[in-house]
């Protein structure tokens, strides 16, 4: 099993749900709007005995015309049609913006990943189409609808392939899920924004963003103590230090 972490960079975000590159050596965190969050935006790949596993999918934003996630993976050996699995916690933009991307010339949207399977809930998919803007990209989002890639789970909790484990808890959104991958009998824990960093998970804290936030902070509560007892490696998307926390 191997872990790589592909940073897109950090970020900060306010009230306007846009996200602005930050740099720590030339930007100051108090020049910022009041209220922005400082974040890394941090998709995972796993490499596993079965698959290759994409752990959402960043921003989608593009250097030289080329997708940062697919110069991630090619920077780490890994051809991005090689992807088996993309395994997406939820649909907001900084999770979802590189599911796909447009065809120009077919004036379409693509896939990213053509040779993968893609894993979300149907109720997500639909709650994203509700709200729209500025949280859900749905133009990029309408071949979700469309592509025999795409299972739609329908279940709040359920299994895929035997290995890995989705549970929806509606804490930071509604249809949020998690995942819970087994592999070299080691839990792999990837909580997307319901235990987005390390600090999270130490600390009683109820996000003003989260959906339900008592309900979030009792589950990193819950899953902090379960990890450490059963020695869980978790994954953290917007960690700007620690993105992997294992318990040997």
């Not at 049609?81 to 939820?90: G, I, N, Q, S």
């Not at 590189?98 to 990943?113: K, M, P, T, V, W």
């Not at 990890?227 to 998307?237: A, D, H, I, P, T």
């Amino acid at each position: 099993m191997k872990i790589i972490p592909l940073s897109e960079g950090s970020f900060t975000i306010d009230k306007t749900k846009l996200f602005i590159p930050f740099d720590e050596q030339k930007n100051i965190l108090k020049e910022r709007p009041v209220g922005s969050l400082l974040v890394e935006v941090q998709p995972f790949v796993i490499i596993t005995s079965k698959d290759i596993l994409l752990l959402d999918t960043g921003l989608g934003f593009e250097k030289n015309g080329i997708l940062q996630l697919h110069q991630n993976l090619t920077d780490n050996g890994i051809n991005p049609p090689e992807v088996t699995k993309v395994l997406l916690t939820h649909l907001h933009k900084d999770h979802a913006g590189g599911i796909s991307r447009e065809d120009h010339a077919n004036h379409s949207y693509q896939l990213n990943f053509p040779g993968a399977k893609y894993y979300l809930q149907e109720k997500e998919l639909n709650f994203a189409f509700e709200k729209g803007l500025p949280s859900f990209m749905t133009k990029e989002l309408e071949v979700l609808k469309q592509s025999s890639q795409v299972e739609l789970l329908s279940e709040n909790e359920g299994m895929i392939d035997n290995y890995i484990h989705y549970e929806v808890t509606g804490a930071h959104s509604p249809y949020h899920q998690v995942f819970r991958i087994n592999e070299d009998d080691k839990i792999i824990f990837f909580g997307g924004d319901d235990a987005p960093q390390l600090q999270q998970m130490k600390h009683r804290y109820v996000a003003k963003y989260d959906h339900d936030g008592k309900k979030a902070m009792e589950l990193r509560r819950k899953w902090w103590e379960q990890g450490q007892k059963e020695k869980w490696v978790f994954l953290f998307y917007h960690d700007v230090k620690n993105p992997i926390k294992r318990f040997n």
